[in-house]
């Protein structure tokens, strides 16, 4: 067999394949090449220097991480806290 068709069916067949991983990855790869951040870490490399934007761009991806997850946690216990007391949302004004 072919070592590029090992390698293919050994990422679609494998474990990376089957969770989803490689098809979530592609995805925002794929969207994220055009993206505006894409675009100004760009320009901000040849300004400024490749490893101090790439430091700025990782750091700014880390914090927009931790408030994605914040956020997703908050809204998923005040969506457990509705279902636990149904009134709440009569008392708003529903």
Do not use: C, Y
């Not at 067999?1 to 090992?6: A, D, R, S």
């Not at 991983?21 to 505006?36: N, P, Q, W, Y």
């Not at 894409?38 to 880390?62: T, V």
């Amino acid at each position: 067999m072919l070592p590029h068709l090992v390698l293919q069916d050994t990422l679609l067949n494998g474990p990376l394949g089957k969770s989803g991983f490689l098809a979530a990855f592609s995805l925002i790869f794929v969207s994220e090449i055009g993206d505006k951040t894409f675009f100004i870490a760009a320009l901000l490399a040849m300004k400024l220097g490749k490893w101090l934007s790439f430091a700025g761009s990782l750091a700014s991806l880390g914090i927009m991480t931790i408030i994605s997850v914040a956020i997703g946690v908050v809204i998923g216990k005040v969506r457990v806290w509705l279902a636990v007391n149904p009134g709440i949302p009569l008392l708003a004004g529903q």
